[in-house]
């Protein structure tokens, strides 16, 4: 599915440059379940926004099912991420002014269907999550993890190939922390998608079968495999090491 | 919404004044268009007048010949009729000629006199006397004459739109004088509401103007400040009695349109290049007292007043959409890492600032209505009065000055004659308004949302998702 080759993502900062990634490379398979760690403000973040083609790299490429992202332009990017990629932020992203339902269908706009079928779509996806009868409230009436429930449902509406998660629990209590990775963890083999996750937590980036660590831009990748949950298909021991 | 709310409110006010000052300015130019019909009459586009040539007409007299002996101690009467306010006479076929001119619908000549009645006692003489004494004990009574064209009832001071009442009765008077019949010989004439009042005149009394009987067929009330006369007599018994014959010395002249009065003044000028032509501009231009201060301040002051506001209301609609766009940057961030289009973000912004627009808009001819209302229900009562007419200069001139002459007090003015003050009208401010003017509020409100619209727009569609999901709020 991925496929990063030495890629380098480097930021003007004033009159000198940040070195946010350099030379990572990294496969990750289709319905491969990663999550990545490392210190804040060494680079997770700007990985997960490049394979989400959010960012393009400064240097190597990104090529996501045979397509170089950083070669493409806004607009055919644009058309990339509403049909595969699904996003859950830390601070859920919800639109305040947005019903519940509301805010999963948004995510179904760009796909030009049908208003009826975007409606039945979106309460399908609530209904995954738990949250068919909250369908109709808003995010102010609803808890943070009930929110991040929305913001999965969101994520997964579309059937994406990807499911890109930015600490998905790094504002909910331990108890609502669990619940969200465990429901997470259910999607992902229930709908076969692969699943990239951010993580300050241990214990949540020990879910995944890898791990990608990475520290001052340069990543390297470290096998979960006795408390890593089991994908269907197993996903193999194959990794590349790259580092800076 | 807290933002939007603001914006809203803040394109109501803007509007709100608008619509107000709008309405006002509106208000006044009915007002000032109600006093030059009081003054002018509808129908009446432009009058032509001809200034006498100063001295020319040699010292005033009453045509009372210094007293010999013989004629000390008798008492005297003379009556003068003339022409009125410095106006020379003006040959008839001038009135044919303009009426001849294309873009004239119609002319009428009348003749504006005033009659002064002059009464004393001789004693020495004019002059100084054997003892000094100068003073000739004499009084003076005026009045006013207009001398109007029975042929033309649409058009000059007896117009049905000068006339308050008595309406039929000018109707009659028309007829009777078209058709050159009368019941007696004694030429047939109207006064004035006023005039009747002050002398006790009604229908079937007899005046004398300039030595000649005339018999009054009634009495009718006109227009509130109109340059009245006090005593109405065909053009015709007018020429006879001045001795101005086939003369006018004022003309009535309707044009095809009042798009065309421009153009008529200019024929009108180079056929007459010695007369004066007024028009309602140019009596609109002498009109002072409270209603032209309105009228100045509602054109100036008010104008601008809502032109600034307005704007202001603009610079804060933009300020505080592109203020919200800023704070929803995480969300359209979010949005366009869902696969949102810029030029769909774009519209989103653009369609909820265009809702804005409409509701400040509603809001604003809310409160412009009830703007308008107040204006209507507290305004005072203005004032309009039309600027002096010098001696010598044309136009209108009827007034009262103050003279008092001999021994007898003055009832009318004999400074008519060589200078008049003021007509005043009042007038009670409204403020009405029209389908046009809330259109165009709400058009202006809508075009304040759509440019707060498209700056907000344009501060979305450049925002990179990236960096707007990096953002920590």
Same mark, same amino acid.
């Given at each position: 599915?991925?496929?990063?080759?030495?890629?380098?993502?480097?930021?003007?900062?004033?009159?000198?440059?940040?070195?946010?990634?350099?030379?990572?490379?990294?496969?990750?398979?289709?319905?491969?379940?990663?999550?990545?760690?490392?210190?804040?403000?060494?680079?997770?973040?700007?990985?997960?926004?490049?394979?989400?083609?959010?960012?393009?790299?400064?240097?190597?490429?990104?090529?996501?099912?045979?397509?170089?992202? #950083?070669?493409?332009?806004?607009?055919?990017?644009?058309?990339?991420?509403?049909?595969?990629?699904?996003?859950?932020?830390?601070?859920?992203?919800?639109?305040?002014?947005?019903?519940?339902?509301?805010?999963?269908?948004?995510?179904?706009?760009?796909?030009?269907?049908?208003?009826?079928?975007?409606?039945?779509?979106?309460?399908?996806?609530?209904?995954?999550?738990?949250?068919?009868?909250?369908?109709?409230?808003?995010?102010?009436?609803?808890?943070?993890?009930?929110?991040?429930?929305?913001?999965?449902?969101?994520?997964?509406?579309?059937?994406?190939?990807?499911?890109?998660?930015?600490?998905?629990?790094?504002?909910?209590?331990?108890?609502?922390?669990?619940?969200?990775?465990?429901?997470?963890?259910?999607?992902?083999?229930?709908?076969?998608?692969?699943?990239?996750?951010?993580?300050? @937590?241990?214990?949540?980036?020990?879910?995944?079968?890898?791990?990608?660590?990475?520290? %001052?831009?340069?990543?390297?990748?470290?096998?979960?495999? *006795?408390?890593?949950?089991?994908?269907?298909?197993?996903?193999?021991?194959?990794?590349?090491?790259?580092?800076? | 919404?807290?933002?939007?709310?603001?914006?809203?409110?803040?394109?109501?006010?803007?509007?709100?004044?608008?619509?107000?000052?709008? !309405?006002?300015?509106?208000?006044?130019?009915?007002?000032?268009?109600?006093?030059?019909?009081?003054?002018?009459?509808?129908?009446? /586009?432009?009058?032509?007048?001809?200034?006498?040539?100063?001295?020319? #007409?040699?010292?005033?007299?009453?045509?009372?010949?210094?007293?010999?002996?013989?004629?000390?101690?008798? !008492?005297?009467? *003379?009556?003068?009729?003339?022409?009125?306010?410095?106006?020379?006479?003006?040959?008839?076929?001038?009135?044919? !000629?303009?009426?001849?001119?294309?873009?004239?619908?119609?002319?009428?000549?009348?003749?504006?006199?005033?009659?002064?009645?002059?009464?004393?006692?001789?004693?020495?003489?004019?002059?100084?006397?054997?003892?000094?004494?100068?003073?000739?004990?004499?009084?003076?009574?005026?009045?006013?004459?207009?001398?109007?064209?029975? @042929? /033309?009832?649409?058009?000059?001071?007896?117009?049905?739109?000068?006339?308050?009442?008595?309406?039929?009765?000018?109707?009659?008077?028309?007829?009777?004088?078209?058709?050159?019949?009368?019941?007696?010989?004694?030429?047939?004439?109207?006064?004035?509401?006023?005039?009747?009042?002050? /002398?006790?005149?009604?229908?079937?009394?007899?005046?004398?103007?300039? $030595?000649?009987?005339?018999?009054?067929? $009634?009495?009718?009330?006109?227009?509130?400040?109109?340059?009245?006369?006090?005593?109405?007599?065909?053009?015709?018994?007018?020429?006879?009695?001045?001795?101005?014959?086939?003369?006018?010395?004022?003309?009535?002249?309707?044009?095809?349109?009042?798009?065309?009065?421009?153009?008529?003044?200019?024929?009108?000028?180079?056929?007459?290049?010695?007369?004066?032509?007024?028009?309602?501009?140019?009596?609109?231009?002498?009109?002072?007292?409270?209603?032209?201060?309105?009228?100045?301040?509602?054109?100036?002051?008010?104008?601008?007043?809502?032109?600034?506001?307005?704007?202001?209301?603009?610079?804060?609609? !933009?300020?505080?959409?592109?203020?919200?766009?800023? *704070?929803?940057?995480?969300?359209?961030?979010?949005?366009?890492?869902?696969?949102?289009?810029?030029?769909?973000?774009?519209?989103?912004?653009?369609?909820?600032?265009?809702?804005?627009?409409?509701?400040?808009?509603?809001?604003?001819?809310?409160?412009?209505?009830? $703007?308008?209302?107040?204006?209507?229900?507290?305004?005072?009562?203005? %004032?309009?009065?039309?600027?002096?007419?010098?001696?010598?200069?044309?136009?209108?001139?009827?007034?009262?000055?103050?003279?008092?002459? $001999?021994?007898?007090?003055?009832? *009318?003015?004999?400074?008519?004659?060589?200078?008049?003050?003021?007509?005043?009208?009042?007038?009670?401010?409204?403020?009405?308004?029209?389908?046009?003017?809330?259109?165009?509020?709400?058009?202006?409100?809508?075009?304040?949302?759509?440019?707060?619209?498209?700056?907000?727009?344009?501060?979305?569609?450049?925002?990179?998702?990236?960096?707007?999901?990096?953002?920590?709020?």
């Amino acid at each position: 599915m991925y496929e990063l080759k030495n890629v380098s993502r480097v930021y003007p900062k004033g009159r000198g440059k940040v070195t946010a990634l350099k030379g990572v490379n990294l496969v990750i398979r289709d319905g491969e379940f990663l999550t990545v760690q490392g210190p804040t403000g060494h680079g997770k973040t700007t990985l997960l926004l490049l394979l989400g083609a959010l960012e393009k790299p400064t240097s190597g490429s990104v090529v996501f099912d045979g397509q170089d992202l #950083g070669a493409l332009p806004e607009s055919r990017l644009v058309d990339v991420r509403a049909r595969n990629f699904g996003f859950v932020f830390q601070n859920y992203n919800l639109m305040p002014t947005l019903t519940a339902a509301e805010n999963v269908e948004a995510a179904l706009v760009p796909l030009r269907i049908s208003t009826a079928e975007r409606r039945s779509r979106s309460l399908a996806a609530l209904d995954d999550v738990g949250l068919a009868d909250r369908a109709g409230h808003f995010p102010s009436e609803l808890s943070g993890g009930e929110q991040q429930r929305v913001a999965i449902a969101r994520a997964l509406v579309k059937e994406p190939k990807v499911i890109l998660a930015d600490e998905p629990t790094g504002n909910l209590d331990e108890v609502t922390r669990a619940e969200i990775v465990a429901l997470m963890v259910k999607l992902w083999r229930e709908h076969g998608m692969s699943m990239v996750v951010v993580t300050h @937590d241990t214990q949540v980036a020990r879910q995944a079968p890898r791990t990608a660590l990475i520290n %001052k831009g340069a990543l390297t990748l470290r096998n979960n495999v *006795r408390k890593a949950v089991q994908t269907q298909p197993s996903p193999g021991a194959a990794s590349e090491v790259g580092e800076g | 919404m807290r933002s939007a709310s603001v914006v809203a409110i803040g394109l109501a006010l803007g509007v709100g004044l608008v619509i107000t000052v709008t !309405a006002a300015a509106s208000g006044v130019k009915t007002a000032q268009g109600q006093v030059l019909h009081s003054l002018y009459g509808v129908g009446t /586009d432009i009058t032509v007048t001809k200034a006498a040539t100063p001295g020319g #007409g040699g010292p005033f007299r009453f045509g009372a010949a210094p007293p010999t002996g013989s004629e000390a101690g008798q !008492a005297f009467s *003379r009556d003068r009729l003339t022409s009125t306010g410095g106006l020379t006479t003006i040959p008839g076929t001038d009135v044919t !000629a303009i009426s001849n001119l294309r873009d004239v619908a119609g002319a009428t000549g009348a003749l504006t006199l005033n009659s002064i009645h002059v009464t004393g006692t001789f004693s020495g003489g004019f002059g100084a006397s054997s003892s000094g004494s100068s003073s000739t004990p004499f009084s003076i009574s005026t009045f006013t004459v207009d001398g109007v064209n029975a @042929d /033309d009832p649409g058009l000059g001071p007896l117009s049905a739109s000068n006339i308050t009442s008595g309406t039929s009765l000018v109707r009659e008077w028309f007829e009777r004088v078209a058709k050159g019949s009368s019941s007696t010989d004694s030429p047939l004439a109207l006064v004035s509401s006023s005039y009747a009042k002050q /002398d006790s005149l009604k229908a079937g009394s007899t005046v004398t103007i300039a $030595g000649s009987t005339v018999k009054v067929l $009634g009495v009718i009330s006109l227009t509130q400040g109109a340059a009245a006369a006090d005593i109405y007599v065909p053009l015709s018994e007018a020429q006879k009695l001045t001795g101005y014959t086939a003369k006018v010395n004022t003309i009535y002249v309707t044009a095809d349109s009042s798009s065309d009065i421009s153009k008529v003044q200019t024929e009108i000028q180079h056929l007459m290049p010695k007369a004066t032509i007024t028009t309602a501009q140019d009596l609109a231009n002498q009109v002072s007292g409270s209603l032209s201060t309105a009228a100045t301040l509602a054109n100036s002051l008010g104008l601008w007043l809502a032109v600034a506001v307005l704007l202001a209301a603009f610079v804060l609609a !933009a300020l505080l959409t592109t203020a919200a766009v800023n *704070r929803r940057v995480r969300e359209f961030g979010t949005l366009k890492a869902m696969g949102w289009h810029s030029r769909r973000i774009v519209g989103q912004v653009l369609g909820e600032s265009v809702v804005q627009g409409l509701v400040g808009g509603a809001l604003g001819v809310a409160l412009g209505v009830l $703007g308008a209302f107040l204006v209507t229900r507290i305004a005072p009562t203005l %004032k309009a009065t039309v600027g002096a007419t010098p001696f010598g200069a044309g136009g209108f001139g009827r007034g009262t000055g103050g003279f008092g002459g $001999g021994s007898g007090s003055a009832r *009318r003015s004999f400074a008519r004659t060589f200078a008049s003050a003021g007509h005043s009208v009042t007038v009670h401010l409204t403020a009405p308004l029209s389908l046009e003017i809330l259109a165009l509020a709400v058009a202006l409100a809508i075009a304040g949302g759509l440019i707060a619209g498209i700056l907000g727009g344009w501060r979305a569609a450049r925002l990179r998702p990236a960096e707007a999901l990096r953002r920590v709020e």
